[in-house]
């Protein structure tokens, strides 16, 4: 059994097609899908014989929403979603100036172990496929009521670990057909993986990358990030610059400040120098506590410090603001708390 929202565009239609059916379903079954339908029988203007010849050899994945929180703060909402087999994952929904965003996850737990997170504890049960990715955006959409514009990778899992499905995803949901949200309004982040932010750079997909850089050298990067053992710093910049050059896409380069590990302002002059001359943006965010890791952010005095000395070195650099911090909105901690 395929399930439908997994296949990309020409996918589809070879399938639609194998079936007997014209090549012209396949914009009309796309677009359903891309609604959010939860049954062949929702999708109207197909005939009946079709839908069930449909059912006979494909299925269509679904969400359920386990828990919902919404924060009396700023509005932002949690979900935990019920996967098909039971599996749960993350994705939040939060609201900008400039339209709504949504923060999706790619995997169920994550094999990377950043010392950090609360995601990566249990590690990796499996990837999520196409379909269930595309389904956070759309069953947060259907829930809110309203479109969602902006897309963050960044939830539960290593995206670049799930390769293939984030790149058939990426498709679907930038497809004129389907939902339609465009390149540069999607973001992905990555803990390094070098070799696949090199095949990234190929895939002509202008999104914008962002690197969880998190430390200015391999001895603090290499106790807080494992991945820096297989990828070092020095290499992990050196894929970034030739991603630059490749894409003209600025990088956004994110990094949590771990009171008493990397936020000195040492740290920020090496980090400065890191990054010297790269059409850059640095983001920081204040570590969130995870109550089974034993790191805390510093006080608001050492995170001005911090960025108001890479200003100084000339640094585009924000300081992330904390969204949904009443209902526990970093993901990870509502899955393993529920768990």
Known sequence: MVDLRSLEYAELEKFIVDLGEPKYRTKQIFSWLSLGVDSFDEMTNISKSTRRKLSEVSFISTLKIREKYISKLDGTVKYLFSLDDGNCIETVVMRYHHGISVCISSQVGCRMGCGFCASTIGGLYRSLTAGEILNQVIYAQK???????????M??????????????????????????????????STCGLVDKINMLREENIPITLSISLHAPNDEIRNKIMPVNKKFSVKELISACKKYINRTSRRISFEYSLISGVNDSV???????????????????IPVNHVEERDFHKGSETDINKFKNKL?????????????????????????????
């Open 155 to 188: 939830g539960i899992g290593e995206p670049l670990d799930n390769y293939d499905n984030v790149i058939k995803f990426l498709h679907n949901v930038n497809h004129p057909d389907g939902l339609n949200i465009g390149y540069r309004h999607i973001s992905l």
């Open 266 to 284: 040492e740290n920020a002059v090496e980090l400065a120098g890191l990054l010297k001359g790269m059409l850059c943006h640095v983001n920081l």
């Open 143 to 153: 829930d809110i009521g309203e479109r969602i514009s902006n897309i963050v990778m």
């Open 311 to 339: 200003i100084e070195l000339g640094i585009n650099v924000t300081v992330r603001r904390e969204l949904g911090s009443d209902i526990s909105a970093s993901c990870g901690q509502l899955r393993k708390k529920v768990l």
